[in-house]
T-cell receptor, first 114, second 118 residues
Framework: AQSVTQPDIHITVSEGASLELRCNYS??????LFWYVQSPGQGLQLLLK??????LVQGIKGFEAEFKRSQSSFNLRKPSVHWSDAAEYFC????????????FGTGTRLQVFP | GAVVSQHPSRVICKSGTSVKIECRSL??????MFWYRQFPKQSLMLMAT?????????EQGVEKDKFLINHASLTLSTLTVTSAHPEDSSFYIC??????????????FGQGTRLTVV
């Protein structure tokens, strides 16, 4: 069965520091992979997605993620974090079927200190 | 991006009553809608998937008689929690997509509904 693991429940970084959020997936075929951000009072917003092709994916808000098949990973990165990036981040794998659906990880809460 | 509006954002109800949550796609036709439940500090658990005009497909372990989903139009889906009990208290999130598949489509999420059953 498909699954997603986000090993870090909570991460704290200083503003301006680099960030890497980890995501590992389990899927039998080539996965569709996603990163979403959830801010308080707002719906989940898609940061980026990987379907095929270049394994380094650029997203919105300066985020990028790299698909590494050998490690079953899809880690999210940002070179310099802003205070407004504080939020909950979810990695998800797409499960293909009659209706494609998303399987979410448990999320990583990012706290940014000034 | 497209907008999905979910109402109400918060609701408190008495145990034994039913509560209806609405999910609307404001600027696109939502062929497919999803309902999730999110427990504190946990992931979004998919409850059911609905395609417009069809019966919802429920995930294993989700009581279809308790969580009634209606997707009667291309812009509206409703989730009704029937005979709610305190253990149904949770954060419910809807998502909508204009296609059944991932390719060429993006799922947009509502703001969520915090349900508290007292």
């Amino acid at each position: 069965a498909q699954s997603v693991t986000q090993p870090d429940i909570h991460i704290t970084v200083s503003e301006g520091a680099s960030l890497e959020l980890r995501c590992n997936y389990s899927y039998g075929a080539t996965p569709y992979l996603f990163w979403y951000v959830q801010s308080p009072g707002q719906g989940l917003q898609l940061l980026l997605k990987y379907f095929s092709g270049d394994t380094l994916v650029q997203g919105i808000k300066g985020f990028e993620a790299e698909f590494k098949r050998s490690q079953s990973s899809f880690n999210l990165r940002k070179p310099s974090v802003h205070w407004s990036d504080a939020a909950e981040y979810f990695c998800a794998v797409g499960a293909a079927g009659n209706t494609d659906k998303l399987i979410f990880g448990t999320g990583t809460r990012l706290q940014v200190f000034p | 991006g497209a907008v999905v509006s979910q109402h109400p954002s918060r609701v408190i109800c008495k145990s034994g009553t039913s509560v209806k949550i609405e999910c609307r796609s404001l600027d696109f036709q939502a062929t497919t809608m999803f309902w999730y439940r999110q427990f504190p500090k946990q992931s979004l658990m998919l409850m059911a998937t609905s395609n417009e005009g069809s019966k919802a497909t429920y995930e294993q372990g989700v009581e279809k008689d308790k969580f009634l989903i209606n997707h009667a139009s291309l812009t509206l889906s409703t989730l009704t929690v029937t005979s709610a009990h305190p253990e149904d208290s949770s954060f419910y999130i809807c998502s909508a997509r204009d296609q059944q598949g991932f390719l060429g489509a993006e799922a947009f999420f509502g703001q969520g509904t915090r349900l508290t059953v007292v």
